[in-house]
């Protein structure tokens, strides 16, 4: 799989990189506009390269550290912490174990097993003790009480995450910038 997340990765940031607009957009900060470009733009070929539940998964997980990275929100990915691997953690592990409230844990499926999916939340909810802290990034909806973000063509409201995460981080008072203005 490593070989097809890099392949992932490339096309995206290959994309990225020859776009006029995105620059633009990055600096306007419509992070919103940005995924739907990348989603009518990209996802159609992205879906040739493997399972769908893993390359949406992997888009999703590229998209998001770049954004993330762009919207100068402080984040740690791919953490290992107590036995679990945390795809991103807003803002970060110290922040977690000191004030679950202001700590995000965004788990991006990978999978299409309802067990697994099952598996891995109850497992963030041992390390996230505010549920409502935990969210999910899918390829479909899956039923949760989380607050669920879908990556696709048909509804894509992960388009919206950006903001939300900042609307987060503003509220909670972890984000001392407050760059985005909500």
């Not at 995206?12 to 009518?40: G, R």
């Not at 991103?88 to 499926?109: G, M, Q």
Request: glycine letters at 4%.
């Amino acid at each position: 799989m490593e070989e097809e997340s890099n392949q992932i990765k490339d096309y995206l940031f290959e994309y990225i990189e020859n776009s006029e607009t995105i620059p633009k957009l990055i600096a306007e900060k419509k992070f919103d506009q940005i995924i739907e470009d990348i989603v009518k733009n990209c996802y159609d070929s992205i879906l040739t390269m493997g399972r769908k539940d893993e390359v949406v998964g992997i888009l999703a997980t590229g998209l998001l550290h770049y954004l993330l990275t762009n919207a100068l929100i402080t984040s740690q990915r791919k953490i290992n912490y107590k036995g679990n691997e945390l795809d991103i953690v807003i803002p970060d592990i110290k922040t977690l174990e000191k004030d679950p409230k202001k700590t995000l844990v965004i788990y991006i499926v990978k999978s299409s097993d309802n067990n697994i999916i099952n598996e891995k939340i109850r497992a963030l909810e041992k390390i996230q003790p505010e549920k409502e802290n935990i969210w999910i990034v899918s390829h479909e909806s899956i039923i949760t009480d989380k607050k669920m973000f879908v990556l696709s063509k048909e509804s894509n409201s992960f388009s919206k995450i950006i903001f939300e995460i900042a609307h987060f981080s503003n509220v909670g008072g972890t984000n001392k910038f407050k760059i985005l203005r909500i």
